[in-house]
Structures are given as structure tokens and as C-alpha cells.
């Protein structure tokens, strides 16, 4: 059974699924895409160049953001859709 909504509830699912809102996010989250793949393309430059070859947690931290960032884009697509996120109970 489901509880009711407190007042804070409503408002603060009325902010999250703000069109205007859910544009800017994803704007931002298409910038912060493009600067991993800029950090993306350093790490390839300096592994061609052999230099001091980053360690696995470097390259398990730029995997782990790109799966971040990726995810934050679908999600912010689908609630613009009218879709409910992934995650979301």
C-alpha cells in the first residue's frame, strides 16, 4: 500500500521534473561528457607516448564516470519523455 505524499515530497518531484530544469541538467552533463573525453584522450596520449603508464585505478575511475555521465543523460531523457528514470521505485 502507499503511503501519501508529505507537502516537501510533492514540491520537491514537482522541481525534478521541471522541463526547464531537466534542459539545463542536460546541457551540463553533455559539457561534463565532453571533458571526459578530453581526460579520456590525455590518458591515450600519454600511454602512446610511453610515458609513466597510469595505474588500473585510473582507468577504473574514468570508466566509472563515463557509465555516470551516460546514465545521468538517459535518465534526464527519459523524465523529459515523461518516462520514469532508471532506479526509480
Do not use: H
Amino acid at each position: 500500500m502507499e503511503r501519501p505524499r508529505t507537502p516537501e515530497e510533492v514540491r520537491w518531484r514537482a522541481s525534478a521534473c521541471n522541463p526547464e530544469k531537466i534542459k539545463r541538467n542536460l546541457k551540463l552533463q553533455y559539457i561534463l561528457l565532453g571533458c571526459w573525453i578530453v581526460l579520456t584522450l590525455g590518458l591515450v596520449v600519454v600511454i602512446c607516448l610511453d610515458r609513466e603508464i597510469p595505474g588500473w585505478a585510473s582507468i577504473i575511475a574514468l570508466v566509472c564516470g563515463f557509465i555516470n555521465v551516460i546514465l545521468g543523460i538517459v535518465n534526464n531523457k527519459r523524465v523529459l519523455a515523461g518516462k520514469k528514470p532508471w532506479g526509480d521505485i
